[in-house]
């Protein structure tokens, strides 16, 4: 099987392509600008594809609030542009998306649960996105994740174990925000066995399992890691931020167990293998 693999160089990305060694793999990053619909469709004219993985996106939350004409040009627009490529050359589409395609009030919230774009120009941008991958590959899979890291990042736990330096007393961490830390290994071994499964398609919650404020997270990091690290929780309006983080954005993973897939790891067991590898 052949995969072309859009923003390749990106955090999922490098996973994937160390992932996906039994595959035949065509990584694209900015030699392919997903923006523009004439290079996307030559990219899959040329490399004739199986399946696509797209993993580019604009995930800067904060930078598209500052920037929203080029959140929907790349989130929702790029998108599209991958969808009507992947329908013209025949290729199954398989696109990464987030959490924050829901208000973030009332988690978990499943796959069958209606979704906004909720409060931030990233999440509306991807749930357009979403939306218009649905309209011109209906047949495609939309694979939902949250508080990713992995190696190389950018990601929290990278953040933190800079922070960690030993000129810090302590640190102030989120404590009123709750989610889904989840690995981008336990998320590239998912999407290994969807592509493995060319009947599925809608929505899928690749999340790990558990759940964590970012204090709890950056609590485990350290303990994981051994440092002796002081954490004080704090409240999400003592840190105000350009784009409003929801409160709640746990997802459930109903249709792994529906498809009779196996679970995504715990989070906490996924972030232990993660750590012990750095």
Known sequence: MKVLITGANGMLGRTLLRELQAFTLVPTDIETDITDVAQIDAALARHRPDCVIHCAAMTAVDRCERERERAFRVNATGSE???????????????????????GDAGPYAETDPADGGKTVYGQSKYEGERRILEHAPHAVIARVAWLYGDG??????????????????????????????????????????????????????????????????????????????????????????????????????RLQESALPPMPHWKDALAEFLFTM
């Not at 991958?82 to 829901?102: M, N, Q």
């Not at 999407?191 to 809608?202: A, T, V, Y």
Request: hydrophobic share 40%; glycine share 8%.
């Open 153 to 254: 990042g950018p990601s929290f736990v990278h953040t933190m174990l800079a922070l960690a330096d030993g000129s810090r007393p302590t640190l102030n961490v989120v404590d009123d925000q709750r989610g889904n830390p989840t690995s981008a290994l336990a998320v590239a071994r998912h999407l290994r066995l969807l592509l493995l499964r060319p009947g599925l398609s809608g929505v899928f919650h690749l999340t790990c399992e558990g759940e964590a404020t970012w204090h709890g997270f950056a609590c485990e990091i350290f303990r994981l890691k051994g440092i002796p690290q002081h954490v004080i929780p704090c409240t999400t309006a003592e840190y105000p931020r350009p784009a409003p983080r929801p409160p709640d954005t746990r997802l459930a993973k109903t």
């Open 81 to 103: 542009n991958v969808a009507r490529a992947c329908a013209r050359h025949g290729a199954r589409l398989i696109a990464i998306s987030t959490d924050y395609v829901f208000p």
